[in-house]
DNA sequence: GCATATCTGTAGTGATCGCTATACAATTGA
DNA sequence: TCAATTGTATAGCGATCACTACAGATATGC
């Protein structure tokens, strides 16, 4: 029972997600967000919580939506390199799409933030993602298709680094063809790989994988 | 004539760059500014002006110090390649080096930040950064050492990147070693070049270059 | 000593921050 | 029809923002 709501939850959300990934957390306020919303403060307070709380919801919306390429990209590809190959091709097109705020949300949203639970909470997935790479790379030393002595920390690492790096060129005004082709150069760091992986080791221990 | 100032102004800037290279500039106020500085605000407007012209003074401060690596590194070496090598190197040290804030001033401080100016002020010392380092690259592909088909701003785009992916894995904390492994890694995308570049083409154009 | 000039500390300006008390509107169940 | 419940709008809370008016302290030039 009750007066019902008079604005949509799940609109309200993208907008202040948009709001979010164009300004950053601490740069957004609670009245550019209300604005944005088409809602009154208390509205936005009974909603959502209060402001925080807000930004971890948009944050979810956003790895939901626009930041989901990413696991897709790990999960679906047959081998790490595939994967990490069309992890930085969709990166390149999704922070330069028009349609949308420049650059990646997780990425640049938490930057200069005096609360330390929203760098922490953005740290968090930042860390999050590049230990996913780490892992489908491990994943393929195991089953014998990337040498032994790969360095999958340093790998990752790199590959992490070059996906925050074409975030911020996104955000300085880079274009579609530049960040492509930022992402077919990164490849080339890409270790030698056996083309054959199990013919390489005998009962290699990669078979019981099945992410 | 008048009474004397009771504050060392280089020290107190250098006080100043330090927070602002810690928290952005946004996220830096008066109040934190002036406490680190150990003077009250009068002073503060006294000696600098206001928040954006101390910030300008310390970015500028900033790069005189820790961020003069980078030009040296494109004006001493002897090729493009070497010059490349050495920005990255030492961009690992200086954005691990924990006897100062992590990272780039440049590339995080203006980061969600309101005030446009300042966001055009640090986007355009990244701008000309990229262009120096395609400046640099452009001077071996006249010089015939690097292909006459070499993407120059598509190299310079991929540097850069890395450049501010690992000002971004340095302010989550990953060390040296790693941002050193990044930077290895990243050369891997070189392209490749002709051992003795005047060899290659008669009467090459790059004789005259003396930077 | 004294006028003048400059710096320093206190205190406070209006504006904006995140957030909410309060009153009113709208819907449901009896 | 009417109490109960929930959303909405106004208006304002204390805290902090960048910034400064003002008065007292300290220096120089005479």
Redesign the pocket.
């Known amino acids: ?7 949509d939850r799940d609109t309200a959300l993208e907008r202040a997600l948009d709001e979010f990934w164009r300004h950053g957390y ?1 740069a ?5 967000l209300t604005a944005a919303m088409g ?9 959502f919580g ?3 709380k807000l930004f971890t919801e948009a944050v979810r919306r956003y790895q939901e939506t626009h930041g989901a390429f990413s696991t897709r990209a790990l999960a679906e590809e047959p081998t790490a390199r595939e994967a990490v190959e069309r992890l930085l091709r969709e990166a390149a097109e999704v922070y330069s799409d028009a349609t949308h705020p420049p650059g990646c949300l997780i990425v640049s949203a938490g930057v200069n933030t005096t609360d330390p639970q929203v760098i922490a909470e953005l740290r968090g997935h930042r860390e999050r993602a590049k230990q996913a790479i780490r892992d489908r790379i491990d994943h393929d030393i195991r089953s014998g298709r990337l040498p032994r002595d790969t360095d999958s920390g340093g790998l990752a690492a790199y590959y992490a680094a070059i996906i925050q790096g074409m975030s911020t060129q996104a955000c300085d005004g880079c274009g579609r063809t530049d960040l492509v082709s930022v992402a077919a150069l990164a490849m080339r760091a890409w270790p030698e790989e056996h083309p054959d992986p199990d013919a390489t080791r005998s009962g290699s221990d990669g078979l019981g994988c099945t992410a």
């Open positions: 029972m009750g007066r019902t709501r008079a604005f601490e957004t306020s609670i009245a550019t809602i009154n403060p208390p509205s936005l307070y009974a909603a209060d402001k925080r």
